[in-house]
């Protein structure tokens, strides 16, 4: 299928997500790849990480990207190439979960994750989270939340992406609620405290979250 949603996170930031349903030949005909790309996606063994990959090359041409406009820098992080006569460089962060592929457009530093809901995200939970703030939850809930949570993490180190940060001793979250699709939380590292603003998403039986450096 097309285009599956355009989300508005925040003032200049975009979450496009592209509902996979289509089989690899239809992304091989719509898009246009580098020959990097085309060695890296004939190096992926399973199929769902190849549509995956090429979900995310066509929702960057929905927003007049290519393929040739995407790079990764030393540490994995991808960059866009500044566009024309553009004001300001646009940041991308890129998640892809079984059946979604999602990038973010923005014109902050953002990192962003998607998780679909599973048993053994919580059954981890005591190893990256505080899990006091799983108390007085549904077993639904308590599944949700500890997903916001590793996603939380997992987009704060999309920012970050030092070797050495733990998701236990040096990311913190706020306590929040579901209801609210937002809190803090802080990274303390390398005798520096940084702190990000969060904003999550449910999509379907996924969580969607994106990490901001606060302003």
């Given at each position: 299928m097309p285009l599956h949603k355009v989300?508005?996170?925040?003032?200049?930031?975009?979450?496009?997500?592209?509902?996979?349903?289509?089989?690899?030949?239809?992304?091989?005909?719509?898009?246009?790849?580098?020959?990097?790309?085309?060695?890296?996606?004939e190096g992926m063994k399973a199929e769902g990480h190849q549509k995956g990959f090429l979900a995310v090359r066509m929702l960057l041409q929905h927003n007049d990207y290519t393929d040739f406009?995407?790079?990764?820098?030393?540490?994995?992080?991808?960059?866009?190439?500044?566009?024309?006569?553009?004001?300001?460089?646009?940041?991308i962060s890129i998640s892809h979960s079984h059946d979604f592929s999602a990038i973010v457009i923005s014109e902050r530093k953002i990192?962003?994750?998607?998780?679909?809901?599973?048993?053994?995200?919580?059954?981890?939970?005591?190893?990256?989270?505080?899990?006091?703030?799983?108390?007085n939850l549904s077993k639904e809930d308590e599944l949700i939340k500890a997903t916001v949570v590793w996603g939380i993490?997992?987009?704060?180190?999309?920012?970050?992406?030092?070797?050495?940060?733990?998701?236990?001793?040096?990311?913190?979250?706020?306590?929040?609620?579901?209801?609210?699709?937002?809190?803090?939380?802080?990274?303390?590292?390398?005798?520096?405290?940084e702190r990000f603003d969060i904003v999550f998403e449910f999509i379907e039986n996924y969580v969607f979250v994106c990490a901001f450096n606060s302003n």
């Open positions: 989300i508005i996170l925040a003032p200049g930031t975009k979450l496009y997500l592209w509902k996979i349903t289509e089989e690899v030949d239809f992304f091989l005909q719509n898009v246009t790849l580098k020959d990097s790309s085309l060695e890296r996606l406009d995407l790079y990764y820098d030393a540490f994995g992080k991808p960059h866009l190439k500044p566009q024309g006569c553009s004001i300001k460089d646009m940041e990192g962003i994750d998607l998780e679909i809901l599973k048993d053994k995200t919580l059954k981890l939970a005591p190893r990256y989270m505080d899990v006091s703030h799983l108390q993490k997992e987009s704060v180190f999309k920012i970050k992406n030092v070797i050495g940060i733990s998701f236990k001793d040096h990311i913190f979250e706020d306590d929040f609620d579901l209801a609210d699709k937002k809190c803090g939380v802080i990274l303390r590292f390398d005798d520096t405290t």
